[in-house]
């Protein structure tokens, strides 16, 4: 009867440490992801904002025929 209730527990415990030992490694790994991200997306914010005042505003558009 104790059996698949010490099965259980046994699992949850070595689940409960890989989850430990995964979260020591891949944490640093998910800060640098969104570093890269985070400036990468500034990059990009910053070309947009620079081409946006780049062009007049003032200008009628082309007239397709």
Do not use: C, H
């Amino acid at each position: 009867m104790f059996k698949p209730v010490l099965q259980l527990a046994a699992i949850g415990l070595v689940g409960f440490g890989l989850f430990k030992i995964a979260a020591v490694f891949l944490l640093p790994f998910v800060f640098l992801l969104f570093k890269v991200a985070l400036i990468g997306g500034l990059i990009l914010l910053a070309f947009w904002w620079l081409n946006r005042k780049d062009k007049p505003e003032d200008t009628p558009p082309p007239v397709s025929e």
